[in-house]
């Protein structure tokens, strides 16, 4: 009951809060979030949408993706920070990118999709030195 997820972008000028459980918990791997954030891929972390709300101004960019059904990824209108996603498909969930998180150490994954498209870019590949800092 007292579950809260709340985030914000790089600049601060959107801040989102999202009451309740998280529904799911997952990285996703695909080529569309891979674009979208310019990494690996995206950890995401789906909420009901009733318990959503933003404050700031965002840009958002509708695309079909992978699923085959139109996606809208909301980023901050000044920094382009990538917040949420708003499925058209599934108007009545969220998807919050847990980079953005408040409390990003909350985020436990549940499942990884798409690992068909996942690269080798992919930092947490095994046998590659990792540092719990800048590499030096
Ligand atoms: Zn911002
Ligand atoms: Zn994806």
């Known amino acids: 009951m007292s579950d809260c997820w709340k985030g914000r972008c790089l600049c601060g000028a959107v801040q989102y809060h999202a009451r309740g459980a998280a529904l799911a918990q997952l990285i996703c791997h695909c080529r569309d979030c891979q674009r979208a954030s310019g990494s690996a891929g995206l950890p995401v972390v789906v909420v009901s949408a ?4 933003f404050e700031g101004e965002i840009r958002s960019y509708t695309i079909t993706g992978g699923s085959g059904m139109p ?3 909301n980023s901050c209108a000044r920094c382009g920070s990538l917040l949420f996603g708003t499925p058209q498909h599934a108007p009545d969930i969220v998807t919050l990118y847990a980079g953005t998180l408040d409390e990003p150490s909350r985020f436990r994954a ?3 999709q798409f690992t068909c498209e996942r690269h080798r870019l992919d ?3 095994p046998g590659v030195e990792q540092y719990s800092g800048r590499a030096p």
Request: positive net charge; proline residues 0%.
């Open 50 to 53: 009733a318990g959503f709300s």
């Open 71 to 73: 996606t809208t990824r």
């Open 110 to 112: 549940q499942f990884v």
């Open 123 to 125: 930092a947490r590949e």
